[in-house]
Antibody, heavy 122, light 107 residues
Framework: EVQLVESGGGLVLPGRSLRLSCTASGFTFGDYAMTWFRQAPGKGLEWVGFIRSKTYGGTTENAASVEGRFTISRDDSKNIAYLQMSSLKTEDTALYYC?????????????WGRGTLVTVSS | DIQMTQSPSSLSASAGDRVTITCRASQSISSNLNWYQQKSGKAPYLLIYAASTLQSGVPSRFSGSGSGTAFTLTISSLQPEDFATYYCQQSYNTPWTFGQGTNVEIK
């Protein structure tokens, strides 16, 4: 089955770190860019960052709100994308989704995981 | 950053109604516009990409149109399973941004 499964969320103190994982199955993970979005409780969707496939250098881009604090990486041998979050703030509290990126005439996100909840609170 | 503005923010409709949601971009994004449906407690689901291309498996009652700065999502005959929140999203450049969402409720 083609799917993405996020894990690693939980309750964390402000200023601490947390690493989320996104495990892919059912498709050739290494061929795709992957991206992370988040959704604060009762709010809309916000892009967090993405990582290109190794074919395109495996480089990353992050949203300004997380630049310098969050790092995206990937391990194609394990079919996992990671979101390393540090210096967490209460405003980082959200449901974090990973998605597969389709790069064609336009870029779009065709496969989403169920999300993992991160709560930053003292 | 490109701002995406949807209207209305919410609407009430009955099964069988024709529903239209509008999305405007703060600058031209050509056809780099995608639409997603999100049901309560679920992940977003891709409906339409490149402004008007229906994602595989999406019912044909959904359609999209527009280019530049103005786009629409139309549901030709609303079905009970279509009650959800709909988001437009631009992929013209990063940061990729979404509209605030349109909540389609049962009248």
């Amino acid at each position: 089955e083609v799917q993405l499964v996020e894990s690693g969320g939980g309750l964390v103190l402000p200023g601490r770190s947390l690493r989320l994982s996104c495990t892919a199955s059912g498709f050739t993970f290494g061929d795709y860019a992957m991206t992370w979005f988040r959704q604060a409780p009762g709010k809309g969707l916000e892009w967090v960052g993405f990582i290109r496939s190794k074919t395109y250098g495996g480089t990353t881009e992050n949203a300004a709100s997380v630049e310098g604090r969050f790092t995206i990486s990937r391990d194609d041998s394990k079919n996992i994308a990671y979101l390393q979050m540090s210096s967490l703030k209460t405003e980082d509290t959200a449901l974090y989704y990973c998605t597969r990126v389709i790069i064609g005439v336009v870029w779009y996100f065709d496969l989403w995981g169920r999300g993992t909840l991160v709560t930053v609170s003292s | 950053d490109i701002q995406m503005t949807q209207s209305p923010s919410s609407l009430s409709a009955s099964a069988g109604d024709r529903v239209t949601i509008t999305c405007r971009a703060s600058q031209s994004i050509s056809s780099n516009l995608n639409w997603y449906q999100q049901k309560s407690g679920k992940a977003p689901y891709l409906l339409i990409y490149a402004a008007s291309t229906l994602q595989s498996g999406v019912p044909s009652r959904f359609s999209g149109s527009g280019s530049g700065t103005a786009f629409t999502l139309t549901i030709s005959s609303l079905q009970p399973e279509d009650f959800a929140t709909y988001y437009c999203q631009q992929s013209y450049n990063t940061p990729w941004t979404f509209g605030q969402g349109t909540n389609v409720e049962i009248k």
